[in-house]
C-alpha cells in the first residue's frame, strides 16, 4: 500500500511540474495599452450584453409554426370534395383509391347491416325464432339488399372509376392477375391498356343507366378500338383479347378436353369474336337472338371442325359434353392417367346401355329388374372409384347423378 501511495504522490508531483512549465510557456505576453476610444466601445458592447439579458428575462417567448396540418382540413363528408382535396395535397392515387375504398364500403357495410336486425332489443332468455326477421322483413331486406348490390358498383365506378367485382376480387382471389395475363406487354403499356379498360368500362355502364341508343354504343365501341389502336399494335391488341377478354374466358372453359394448340385457339377465337361483334348490340335476353346466335356459334363450330384431322375433330366433338370436361379438369387436378377422362365417360354409356336393356326385357319380373339394376349401380360405382381414387371420386360423385340414377327403375 506505502509503494502505490508513493506512486500516487510522485505523479501528482509531476503533473504539477508540467501544468506549471505549460503555464510559464504559453501564458500571454502583456498587450498594449487599451485606448479610449476602445474602451468606450467595449463598455457599450457590454451594456447592450446586459440589456439583452434583462429583456429575455421579461419578454414572452414566441414560438412560430408554419404549414400546420390537421386530417380536419381535407376530409368532406362530400366523396368528390374529399378526393379533390387528397389530390390537392398530393396525396398518391393508389392511396386516395384505398382511403376512398375503405370508406365507402364501410358505409355500405353499415347500411346493409341495419337490415339484418328485427328491431327487437336483444334478451338473453328469449329463443332463437324471437330474434329472427319475420317473412316481410325479410322481403324487406331482400329489396334493400338488391339496391344496395345495384348502387355501390355504380358509386365506385364514379368515384374512383374502378370495376367493383375485379377490385374486390383482388382481396380474394388474385392480385396480380391482370400484370400475369397481360406479360407480354412493357410496364408502360400495361398501365395505359388497363387503365383504358377501366375508362371505358365506366362510359359503357353509364350509357346503360342512361338507356342509350344503339348508335351511342356503336360509337362508345368505336372510340375504344381507336384508343386502344393508337396504343397497341395490332399483334398486341389480339393478344390483349386472347388473354383478357370474356370471349376468349368462355372459349377456355369450351374446350376443356381437346388441349387446342395456340394457332388452333387463334382459328377458333376470330371465328367466336366476329360473332360477338354481330350480336354485341343486339338484346341478349331475347329467345329470337338467343336462338340465331347459338346457330351462329355451331355453324361457327362445324366450319373450324372441318379444317381438323378426323382424330382432332372427334376430339372436339368429345370435349362438348360438360361431364367429359369435368372428369378431365378432375384428372387434371388429382394428376390421373390422361385416358381417365374416355375410361369413364365408356364406363357410363356401357353402365347406362345395360340398364336400357334390363328395362326392355318385358319378361323380368320387378324384383328381379330391381336387383339387377341395383348390381349394375354397385359394380359401376365400384369400377368409377378404383378410376379414380377415393379423394377424386367423392368430389366427382357430388355431381355425378347418373351412377345414383342407374339403380332406379
Not at 90 to 107: H, N, S
Not at 119 to 141: I, M
Not at 307 to 314: E, N, S, V
Request: proline share 4%; charged share 30%; with cysteine.
Amino acid at each position: 500500500m506505502r509503494v502505490k501511495a508513493g506512486f500516487k504522490m510522485t505523479l501528482v508531483a509531476l503533473n504539477a511540474a508540467a501544468l506549471l512549465a505549460g503555464y510559464l510557456w504559453l501564458r500571454p505576453r502583456p498587450a498594449a495599452p487599451a485606448t479610449p476610444e476602445e474602451i468606450a466601445a467595449a463598455t457599450a458592447a457590454a451594456e447592450a450584453r446586459a440589456a439583452a439579458r434583462a429583456g429575455a428575462k421579461t419578454r414572452p417567448t414566441v414560438i412560430y409554426r408554419t404549414n400546420a396540418f390537421n386530417w380536419s382540413q381535407v376530409e368532406s363528408s362530400d366523396y368528390r370534395e374529399y378526393i379533390a382535396n387528397l389530390r390537392a395535397i398530393r396525396c398518391p392515387e393508389a392511396t386516395i383509391k384505398d382511403i376512398i375504398l375503405t370508406d365507402v364500403m364501410r358505409l355500405y357495410a353499415q347500411r346493409r347491416g341495419q337490415h339484418y336486425q328485427n328491431g327487437r332489443a336483444f334478451k338473453y332468455w328469449e329463443t332463437d325464432e324471437k330474434q329472427h326477421l319475420k317473412q316481410a322483413q325479410l322481403e324487406e331486406r331482400e329489396k334493400a339488399l338488391a339496391e344496395i348490390d345495384r348502387e355501390l358498383p355504380a358509386v365506385l365506378r364514379e368515384l374512383l372509376g374502378i370495376n367493383y367485382e375485379r377490385e374486390v376480387n383482388k382481396y380474394f382471389v388474385d392480385t396480380d392477375e391482370d400484370n400475369r395475363r397481360l406479360a407480354f406487354l412493357s410496364d408502360a403499356k400495361r398501365d395505359d391498356a388497363l387503365a383504358l379498360r377501366e375508362k371505358f368500362e365506366g362510359v359503357r355502364e353509364r350509357a346503360a343507366l342512361t338507356n342509350a341508343d344503339k348508335e351511342t354504343l356503336r360509337q362508345i365501341d368505336e372510340d375504344q378500338d381507336a384508343a386502344f389502336g393508337a396504343l397497341l399494335t395490332s399483334e398486341e391488341k389480339e393478344q390483349y383479347d386472347l388473354s383478357l377478354s370474356p370471349a376468349a374466358d368462355r372459349l377456355r372453359s369450351e374446350l376443356v378436353g381437346f388441349n387446342p394448340t395456340e394457332d388452333e385457339f387463334k382459328d377458333l377465337f376470330r371465328r367466336r369474336q366476329a360473332i360477338e361483334a354481330a350480336y354485341a348490340l343486339q338484346d341478349p335476353h331475347d329467345p329470337a337472338t338467343q336462338a340465331a346466335r347459338a346457330a351462329d356459334e355451331q355453324a361457327a363450330l362445324d366450319a373450324f371442325k372441318g379444317t381438323l384431322t378426323p382424330d382432332r375433330a372427334a376430339q372436339l366433338a368429345q370435349a362438348q359434353d360438360p361431364d367429359y370436361r369435368s372428369l378431365c379438369a378432375l384428372s387434371e387436378r388429382f394428376d390421373l392417367p390422361a385416358d381417365t377422362s374416355t375410361v369413364l365417360v365408356e364406363m357410363r354409356h356401357a353402365a347406362e346401355s345395360e340398364k336400357q336393356v334390363l328395362l326392355a326385357n318385358r319378361d323380368l319380373p320387378s324384383d328381379r329388374l330391381d336387383a339387377a339394376l341395383k348390381a349394375i349401380q354397385s359394380e359401376t360405382e365400384k369400377a368409377a372409384r378404383q378410376a379414380l381414387g377415393e379423394q377424386a371420386y367423392q368430389l366427382y360423385s357430388q355431381s355425378a347423378g347418373w351412377i345414383q340414377q342407374l339403380g332406379r327403375n
